[in-house]
């Protein structure tokens, strides 16, 4: 009897044995399968291939891993973000309470996965504010202080018209030769309308003109009408300083009624302008001559101003010229000029800056 109880546990035994050796070089298979997925997966770092895998392994040995490489995270880095966020979670939790603390938070914490919370709560806060008091202002700090940008489009919207109406009376009065003003303004619109196409012809008029080599010498031009005179007067810096001397040189124009017209008779200056330690250099003596490709042109003694500053001197001298005159300084091969005693090159720079000044004011 014992020894059939014994053949019977033996032949249990070698079953159960053989099962087990059946059921190892399955799972064998399987697991060199599953493997060979995550190694490629980990090798290649290709979304499709972590998707490869947890498609067919949804629940196996190597899914966590593959969800982390989906995230684009490592196991060490889900290890630091938890230490970071166990370091974080009280001043995150008083953040929560008391609404206040945003920044001392995205300071201190940049890598918490609190971050995000932290952001909307800060967004949704400002926002109850803004909304509360519902003032335009309000609204465009909101957009410059929004961290997360929950709000952004629709503060946009409901400042949109107003913004614009400012915006419109600001560009309204500036002259069409103040390029940057312009550009800056009409961008603004663009931004708060960006189908309008006024504000798209604008910004390309002006920007065309801002990235023309002639630009550098245009945006020098100001222009500027006085309502009590009813006149509009031109002017420009040629940027010419004289070596070893303060004197600088320009031109100026000017005409009757605003906005420059054919019917328009303009008068032309030559200006001097005078900065010097060492007192007065011109008030007794400014005569002016120009020698023009070989030809002198006499202009007599200048009208003489200026003013004494703390250390300083400023003299002011204008010369009335014709614009013939001008046309030929602006292309002459050479061109000198003596004020005083001073004398001077009337440079290559000059000459292209009275080029532009002169091509502005035809009509």
């Known amino acids: 009897m014992k020894i059939t109880k014994i053949?019977?546990?033996?032949?249990?035994?070698?079953?159960?044995?053989?099962?087990?050796?059946?059921?190892?070089?399955?799972?064998?298979?399987l697991n060199k399968e599953e493997q060979r997925l995550i190694r490629k997966a980990k090798h290649f770092k290709q979304i499709e291939d972590y998707q490869d895998y947890l498609q067919h392994y949804p629940n196996g040995v190597y899914a966590e891993e593959a969800r982390r490489g989906l995230r684009g995270e490592t196991k060490e880095q889900l290890?630091?973000?938890?230490?970071?966020?166990?370091?974080?979670?009280?001043?995150?939790?008083?953040?929560?309470?008391?609404?206040?603390?945003?920044?001392?938070f995205l300071e201190r914490f940049p890598k918490s996965s609190y971050v995000d919370e932290?952001?909307?709560?800060?967004?949704?806060?400002?926002?109850?504010?803004?909304?509360?008091?519902?003032?335009?202002?309000?609204?465009?700090?909101?957009?410059?202080?929004?961290?997360?940008?929950?709000?952004?489009?629709?503060?946009?919207?409901?400042?949109?018209?107003?913004?614009?109406?400012?915006?419109?009376?600001?560009v309204k009065p500036l002259s069409a030769s103040d390029v940057d003003g312009n550009l800056i303004l009409y961008k603004e619109l663009l931004g708060l309308d960006p189908e309008n196409i006024k504000y798209k012809k604008k910004v390309l008029h002006y920007q065309a003109i801002k990235n023309q080599p002639s630009y550098k010498y245009t945006s020098r031009i100001k222009e500027r009408y006085?309502?009590?005179?009813?006149?509009?007067?031109?002017?420009?810096?040629l940027f010419g300083v004289v070596r070893g001397s303060g004197l600088r040189i320009g031109v100026s124009a000017y005409h009757s009624g605003k906005g420059l017209t054919s019917k328009n008779h303009i008068r032309y200056y030559i200006n001097f302008e005078n900065h010097s330690s060492d007192g007065w250099k011109y008030l007794k003596y400014?005569?002016?001559?120009?020698?023009?490709?070989?030809?002198?042109?006499?202009?007599?003694?200048?009208?003489?101003?200026?003013?004494?500053?703390?250390?300083?001197?400023?003299?002011?001298?204008?010369?009335?010229?014709?614009?013939?005159?001008?046309?030929?300084?602006?292309?002459?091969?050479?061109?000198?000029?003596?004020?005083?005693?001073?004398?001077?090159?009337?440079?290559?720079?000059?000459?292209?800056?009275?080029?532009?000044?002169?091509?502005?004011?035809?009509?």
């Not at 053949?7 to 064998?28: E, G, K, V």
């Not at 630091?80 to 603390?101: G, Q, S």
């Open 7 to 29: 053949i019977l546990l033996f032949i249990l035994y070698c079953f159960l044995t053989s099962s087990n050796i059946f059921a190892s070089d399955h799972d064998q298979t």
């Open 286 to 363: 400014c005569p002016l001559r120009f020698i023009v490709d070989g030809k002198v042109s006499n202009f007599g003694e200048l009208d003489h101003d200026g003013h004494v500053g703390n250390g300083y001197v400023l003299e002011f001298m204008n010369a009335s010229v014709q614009r013939t005159f001008l046309n030929k300084l602006a292309f002459a091969k050479e061109a000198e000029f003596k004020l005083g005693i001073t004398i001077g090159t009337f440079s290559t720079e000059m000459k292209e800056g009275l080029q532009v000044f002169l091509h502005y004011l035809q009509k």
């Open 226 to 237: 006085d309502k009590f005179d009813d006149s509009t007067r031109y002017s420009m810096s």
């Open 79 to 104: 290890e630091e973000k938890a230490k970071i966020d166990k370091l974080a979670k009280p001043l995150f939790d008083k953040v929560m309470k008391t609404n206040k603390y945003y920044s001392l």
């Open 118 to 170: 932290v952001k909307r709560t800060h967004d949704m806060d400002l926002w109850e504010f803004t909304k509360t008091h519902n003032e335009i202002y309000l609204y465009e700090a909101y957009i410059k202080r929004s961290l997360s940008g929950i709000h952004v489009e629709e503060a946009k919207k409901i400042i949109g018209p107003t913004k614009i109406k400012e915006l419109e009376a600001k």
